[in-house]
């Protein structure tokens, strides 16, 4: 089954669990695959020296730069696609049934380097995300931006209580309004990072089915630092020292960044 069908707009389709299943039965990650729609607006990830906080990139925290680094991710995570390396990745391209369309684009030496070819299957991916399949603008908002739809008295009412200050002030952090002059549309995202102080959500069975040791491996691969600097005997790692520290000097934003334990 796929993590992101296409049938649900590029979602998980699978929702008995919180979150989503690998290739290996029964191995849980500790998110939910999102969907991939309306991602191509999403900048590089980068610190907006302007704005005083980073910005853009991919996965939950940024981790991945781009979407073409993003796509080099889930084929060798153990718990996602559990590839043991590119070659293996590369190799199952070669063996597709389209891997002539594949030499077609980047020549017939295409899939011959692994390292080269792991690049373009990421670049491809990220070229497929790019089309507007991803990001088709038909909602009905979008609808009512350009004058072709009109609200009911409730969606009048949700949108003042979703953007007064005084009220929701969600459009603080999910923008609902048209920017440069009404060029750019609404995302309801500014692509950047808060700490909602929401908690442990405990049925996620990567908290709660696996074993300790196998959830360190996990963390280690993820970069889920509050796992893997709650393992006291993995505190004499030097960079669970550092994140300890970082984390004493700035509380509230060690784990929203890519790294956060690096000097
Ligand atoms: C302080 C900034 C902030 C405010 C204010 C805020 N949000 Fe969010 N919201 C976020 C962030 C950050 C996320 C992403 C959380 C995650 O995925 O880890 C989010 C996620 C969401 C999602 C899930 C989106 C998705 O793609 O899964 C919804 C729906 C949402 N917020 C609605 C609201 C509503 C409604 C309000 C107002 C009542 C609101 N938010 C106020 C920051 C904010």
């Known amino acids: 089954?796929?993590?992101h069908d296409p049938k649900v707009f590029f979602t998980d389709p699978d929702n008995k669990e919180p979150t989503s299943e690998g290739i290996i039965e029964g191995r849980f990650g500790p998110r939910n695959a999102p969907t991939l729609m309306y991602n191509l607006p999403t900048p590089p990830f980068h610190f907006d020296k302007a704005e005083g906080l980073f910005k853009g990139g991919q996965f939950v925290d940024g981790r991945a730069r781009t979407t073409v680094?993003?796509?080099k991710g889930p084929p060798l995570s153990p718990i996602e696609m559990n590839n043991q390396n590119a070659l293996e990745v590369v190799e199952k391209v070669r063996s597709a049934s389209y891997a002539n369309l594949f030499r077609r684009v980047y020549g017939n030496a295409a899939l011959d380097n692994p390292a080269k070819a792991?690049?373009?299957i990421a670049e491809a991916i990220a070229a497929f995300e790019r089309t507007p399949v991803f990001t088709p603008m038909t909602s009905k908002y979008d609808y009512y931006l350009q004058g072709k739809a009109n609200f009911t008295a409730q969606e009048r009412r949700g949108r003042l209580v979703f953007e007064a200050e005084d009220k929701g002030n969600c459009a603080a952090?999910?923008?609902s309004r048209p920017d440069n002059n009404g060029?750019?549309?609404p995302l309801f995202t500014d692509f950047t990072y808060d700490n909602l102080?929401?908690?442990k959500n405990r049925p996620i069975p990567f908290i709660n089915r696996?074993?300790?040791s196998i959830r360190w491996a996990m963390a280690m691969w993820i970069e889920d630092w509050a796992t893997m600097c709650s393992c006291r005997a993995k505190m004499a790692s030097s960079k669970c020292r550092r994140s300890a520290i970082s984390?004493?000097?700035r509380p509230t934003c060690t784990m929203g960044i890519s790294k956060p334990c690096a000097a």
């Open 173 to 175: 952090c999910h923008p």
């Open 69 to 71: 680094d993003q796509a």
């Open 247 to 249: 984390r004493k000097r």
């Open 1 to 3: 089954m796929s993590c």
């Open 183 to 185: 060029a750019q549309r």
């Open 197 to 199: 102080g929401v908690p």
């Open 118 to 120: 792991y690049n373009r």
């Open 210 to 212: 696996l074993s300790s």
